[in-house]
C-alpha cells in the first residue's frame, strides 16, 4: 500500500503561498487560469484548447478572491500556489493593460503508473532491474504528460524497489517528496526545486554524495545537466528523465551532439541509455467531453535482445538506422503475447 505519511522540512527557491476560498474553483474544469488586469478570466480546460472559456457568474467573487490574495502575498513572478485544496504553479507577466497571473493546474498527486496508458509491455521493461545504472527518457513535445509519466514511474519504482530517491525540477509539478511502502520495500523520496537550468548539472552531482537510488530530473536541457545524469547511472543509480524533442532519433541526436561539445566520452552516453519513450497525448471529444489518449513509441535499450546492436549505433553519430528497431518495439506493442521480447 502506498503512503506518504511523513513531511520532510524542505527549501523552496520559489515563492510558495497558500490559502482558502469558497470551494468553487476545485469544481472548475482547467488546465490554465487567466486572470486578467481588471475584473476578467478565463480559462482551458487543455493546453491546446482553441477556446476561450469565461468565468462564469458563480465562480467571479472566488476568482476575486484568489486574485486579491495573490496581488496581496505574491511578489515574484514565479511562484507556487495551494488554493481550495488545488496545487498551482503561478507566473506574472506584465501586458500593456496591467499585470496578467497564469495559474497551471497540477495533480495532488502522483498518478498510478498503471493507469497511464503505458501498456502492460512497457511498464514491465521499465519497471525492470535491468534499468538500475541506466537513464530513463521520457521525451515528447509541450503538454505531453511527460513530466506526469516520469513522476508516476519514479513513485512506483520507490514503491517497488525501496532506497532513496532525489527529484531535480524547474519547477516542481508535482509534491511527492516523502516515505511510500510497497509490499517488500520503503522508498524514501526527496524534491529539490531549482531556479535556472545551470542548477541542474551540479544538482545531480551533489545528489550523488547523498547515497542514491534514484535521481529523477524534471528537463534535461543543458549539456552538463546530460552528461552528469550519464555519469549518475554510470555509477549504478537509475535516472529518470524528460527532455523535449519531436522524436526519439531527433532528440537523442541532439543529446548525443550535447554530450560531444561537453567533451564527455561517446561510450557514456551509447552505455547510459536504458530506454527511450517518446509519447504524445491525443483528444478527442466525446459526449461534448475531452477524452485524452496516451500515444506512445518505445524504444527498450536495457534487456532488449537486440542491446549490443542499438548500443553499437548509439556509440556513432547517425541514428537514422534506429527506426527499424523503434518500429519493430512499436509493433510488438500490439502483440497479444507478453512472451516475446522487446
Same mark, same amino acid.
Given at each position: 500500500? /502506498?503512503?506518504?505519511?511523513?513531511?520532510?522540512?524542505? %527549501?523552496?527557491?520559489?515563492?510558495? #503561498?497558500? &490559502?482558502?476560498?469558497?470551494?468553487?474553483?476545485?469544481?472548475?474544469?482547467?488546465?490554465?487560469?487567466?486572470?486578467?488586469?481588471?475584473?476578467?478570466?478565463?480559462?482551458? !480546460?487543455? $493546453?491546446?484548447? *482553441?477556446?476561450?472559456?469565461?468565468?462564469?457568474?458563480?465562480?467571479?467573487?472566488?476568482?476575486?478572491?484568489?486574485?486579491?490574495?495573490?496581488?496581496?502575498?505574491?511578489?515574484?513572478?514565479?511562484?507556487?500556489?495551494?488554493?481550495?485544496?488545488?496545487?498551482?504553479?503561478? $507566473?506574472?507577466?506584465?501586458?500593456?493593460?496591467? *499585470?496578467?497571473?497564469?495559474?497551471?493546474?497540477?495533480?495532488?498527486?502522483?498518478?498510478?503508473?498503471?493507469?497511464?496508458?503505458?501498456?502492460?509491455?512497457? =511498464?514491465?521493461?521499465? /519497471?525492470?532491474?535491468?534499468?538500475?545504472?541506466?537513464? +530513463?527518457?521520457?521525451?515528447?513535445?509541450?503538454?505531453?504528460?511527460? #513530466?506526469?509519466? @516520469?513522476?508516476?514511474?519514479?513513485?512506483?519504482?520507490?514503491?517497488?524497489?525501496?532506497?532513496?530517491?532525489?527529484?531535480?525540477?524547474?519547477?516542481?509539478?508535482?509534491?511527492?517528496? &516523502?516515505?511510500?511502502?510497497?509490499?517488500?520495500?520503503?522508498?524514501?523520496?526527496?524534491?529539490?526545486?531549482?531556479?535556472?537550468?545551470?542548477?541542474?548539472?551540479?544538482?545531480?552531482?551533489?545528489?550523488?554524495?547523498?547515497?542514491?537510488?534514484?535521481?529523477? +530530473?524534471? =528537463?534535461?536541457?543543458?549539456?552538463?545537466?546530460?552528461?552528469? @545524469?550519464?555519469? %549518475?547511472?554510470?555509477?549504478?543509480?537509475? +535516472?529518470?528523465? #524528460?527532455?523535449?524533442?519531436?522524436?526519439?532519433?531527433?532528440?537523442?541526436?541532439?543529446?548525443?551532439?550535447?554530450?560531444?561539445?561537453?567533451?564527455?566520452?561517446?561510450?557514456?552516453?551509447?552505455?547510459?541509455?536504458?530506454?527511450?519513450?517518446?509519447?504524445?497525448?491525443?483528444?478527442?471529444?466525446?459526449?461534448?467531453?475531452?477524452?485524452?489518449?496516451?500515444?506512445?513509441?518505445?524504444?527498450?535499450?536495457?534487456?532488449?535482445?537486440?542491446?549490443?546492436?542499438?548500443?553499437?549505433?548509439?556509440?556513432?553519430?547517425?541514428?537514422?538506422?534506429?527506426?527499424?528497431?523503434?518500429?519493430?518495439? !512499436?509493433?510488438?506493442?500490439?502483440?497479444?503475447?507478453?512472451?516475446? =521480447?522487446?
Amino acid at each position: 500500500m /502506498l503512503s506518504n505519511e511523513y513531511a520532510f522540512g524542505k %527549501a523552496e527557491p520559489r515563492e510558495w #503561498t497558500e &490559502g482558502a476560498g469558497d470551494g468553487s474553483l476545485a469544481a472548475l474544469s482547467f488546465s490554465d487560469l487567466y486572470l486578467e488586469a481588471g475584473d476578467s478570466a478565463w480559462f482551458k !480546460t487543455y $493546453a491546446n484548447d *482553441p477556446v476561450r472559456h469565461e468565468i462564469g457568474f458563480e465562480q467571479r467573487d472566488a476568482i476575486a478572491v484568489l486574485k486579491q490574495h495573490i496581488e496581496t502575498t505574491v511578489t515574484k513572478n514565479d511562484f507556487r500556489l495551494k488554493w481550495d485544496g488545488l496545487s498551482m504553479r503561478g $507566473a506574472r507577466f506584465e501586458t500593456i493593460a496591467g *499585470p496578467l497571473y497564469v495559474l497551471r493546474r497540477h495533480a495532488p498527486a502522483a498518478l498510478a503508473f498503471d493507469t497511464l496508458g503505458y501498456g502492460d509491455r512497457i =511498464e514491465r521493461a521499465l /519497471l525492470s532491474p535491468s534499468m538500475r545504472g541506466r537513464v +530513463v527518457l521520457i521525451s515528447g513535445g509541450t503538454s505531453s504528460g511527460k #513530466t506526469v509519466g @516520469a513522476t508516476s514511474l519514479t513513485v512506483e519504482w520507490m514503491k517497488r524497489y525501496g532506497g532513496v530517491g532525489y527529484t531535480i525540477e524547474n519547477p516542481i509539478e508535482v509534491e511527492i517528496e &516523502g516515505v511510500y511502502r510497497g509490499e517488500d520495500a520503503t522508498g524514501t523520496l526527496y524534491q529539490k526545486e531549482v531556479d535556472e537550468d545551470t542548477e541542474f548539472g551540479p544538482e545531480i552531482r551533489r545528489r550523488q554524495r547523498g547515497a542514491p537510488n534514484l535521481i529523477m +530530473v524534471g =528537463e534535461l536541457r543543458t549539456a552538463d545537466a546530460v552528461v552528469q @545524469a550519464l555519469l %549518475a547511472a554510470a555509477s549504478g543509480v537509475l +535516472v529518470i528523465a #524528460t527532455y523535449h524533442a519531436a522524436d526519439q532519433i531527433t532528440g537523442l541526436q541532439r543529446l548525443a551532439s550535447m554530450v560531444r561539445d561537453a567533451g564527455a566520452d561517446a561510450g557514456l552516453f551509447a552505455q547510459g541509455i536504458g530506454a527511450v519513450i517518446h509519447q504524445s497525448l491525443l483528444l478527442t471529444e466525446r459526449d461534448g467531453a475531452m477524452q485524452r489518449k496516451l500515444h506512445v513509441t518505445p524504444l527498450i535499450v536495457a534487456g532488449s535482445r537486440n542491446e549490443k546492436g542499438i548500443r553499437s549505433q548509439l556509440h556513432g553519430t547517425d541514428f537514422r538506422q534506429l527506426s527499424t528497431e523503434i518500429d519493430r518495439h !512499436t509493433r510488438l506493442l500490439n502483440n497479444a503475447s507478453l512472451d516475446v =521480447e522487446f
